[in-house]
């Protein structure tokens, strides 16, 4: 099943348009887009497959924590994670 997870991760100082930016490069990788320009706080939402919500919120976490090493931003701790399955966003849609 696929998910759609949102991950944000909070930091001491404020993130420059560049650094967002990496971010974004290394997050499309993973049909991921990346959030966070002029804030101490850098998130993305991602879509992976997964079996669960759990499991995707931890293949999310993954990809999103190497991304963030890869585009150099500083180690800050996971500060939110959600996770909506397809199913789950279909049936919003109907109600």
């Known amino acids: 099943m696929r ?6 991760a909070a930091g001491e100082r404020v ?3 560049e650094e967002i930016v990496e ?10 887009i990346a959030t966070g320009i002029g804030t101490n706080r850098y998130g ?3 879509v ?18 190497e991304a963030a090493a890869t ?6 701790p996971v ?3 959600e996770a909506v399955s397809e199913a789950e966003d279909e049936l919003d849609g109907y109600r």
């Open 3 to 8: 998910w759609s997870v949102g991950i944000e």
């Open 15 to 17: 993130l420059s348009r």
């Open 23 to 32: 971010l974004a490069d290394a997050i499309a990788r993973s049909n991921g």
């Open 44 to 46: 993305a939402q991602l």
């Open 48 to 65: 992976v497959d997964a079996d669960s919500r759990e499991d995707a919120i931890t293949r999310a976490t993954r990809i999103f924590l």
């Open 71 to 76: 585009a150099g931003l500083p180690a800050a």
């Open 79 to 81: 500060v939110r994670t």
